[in-house]
């Protein structure tokens, strides 16, 4: 494997390491084979332990997922993008189609079109134009 040369109180020795098993290293010193056995202090590691702490298991009415009431159709049109409405182009009481165009606002200096996500009867617009918005901000509502 490796050869090396020491010298020790004067005396030259040529030492080859043929192989390591565990802490027992295979030597030959001056065309002598030896076992030597090596001692090695554990280094303590610096990075710390992550320990992690078991989520509590849920109880009762946390394991069910809520189921939405089929009462419940109001759906409600918020901003894409945080930007200025352009253009408002239905009013309460108009009836939508999916996919129809309601408005156009200006994002990111980019024109978009916000579209119904269901048919039905529009129950309230909530901008003009002009107006500011955030992201999520309802602009529109459908029933």
């Given at each position: ?29 001056n ?6 056995e ?5 280094k ?22 809520p ?20 253009s ?9 189609l999916l ?8 994002a ?16 309230n617009v909530?901008v ?16």
């Amino acid at each position: 494997m490796k050869q090396f040369k020491f010298t020790i109180q004067g005396n030259v020795y040529e030492v080859e390491i043929l192989g390591f098993e565990e802490n027992i290293a295979k030597v030959e010193v001056n065309g002598t084979p030896y076992d030597v056995e090596i001692h090695k202090d554990l280094k303590m590691s610096k990075t710390p332990t992550l320990v992690r702490v078991e989520a509590p298991q849920p109880k009762g009415k946390e394991t069910r997922i809520p189921k939405i009431s089929s009462k419940t159709t109001n759906l409600t049109v918020k901003a894409p993008l945080p930007g200025t409405i352009i253009s408002v182009l239905v009013k309460e009481g108009d009836k939508v189609l999916l996919g129809q165009k309601l408005l156009t606002m200006e994002a990111m200096k980019m024109e978009n079109n916000v579209l119904s996500e269901k048919a039905g009867v529009i129950t309230n617009v909530l901008v003009k134009p002009g107006d500011t918005v955030l992201q999520n901000d309802v602009l529109v509502e459908i029933e």
